[in-house]
């Protein structure tokens, strides 16, 4: 499967950003789908994953409650809301598909888009 990130940006904190997964090339139904990021100089993190049917999801503890993963397999499109942004939530995200289902583990995903620069101002 390979997979296409947008919907990145510069926005104030407190604003709110969708960013958008296309995938193509695979039945896209049978892949968990999960969203990473990785700010400058830290190390790659999780986000959040979402099921093969959507009906699974597991966040991160720190964008629980603002940020919300949805798929539409009708499309092939996993897409995520991000509410209430803080400078924090700076960094390159990444969406990814695995063939297992809802994993936070990154070692499980073998596909890996390009990712999308989201930069959040104080």
């Known amino acids: 499967v390979q997979l296409q990130a947008s919907g990145g940006g510069l926005v104030q904190a407190g604003d709110s950003l969708r960013l958008s997964c296309a995938a193509s090339g695979s039945t896209f139904s049978s892949f968990g789908m999960g969203w990473f990021r990785q700010a400058p100089g830290k190390e790659r993190e999780f986000v959040v994953t979402?099921?093969?049917?959507?009906?699974?999801?597991f966040y991160a503890d720190s964008v629980k409650g603002r940020f919300t993963i949805h798929r539409d397999n009708a499309k092939n499109m996993v897409y995520l809301q991000m509410n209430s942004l803080k400078p924090e939530d700076t960094a390159v995200y990444y969406c990814a598909a695995n063939r297992y289902g809802a994993v936070v583990s990154a070692q499980a995903y073998d596909a890996w888009g390009q990712g999308t620069q989201v930069t959040v101002s104080s």
């Open positions: 979402i099921s093969k049917s959507g009906e699974g999801t």
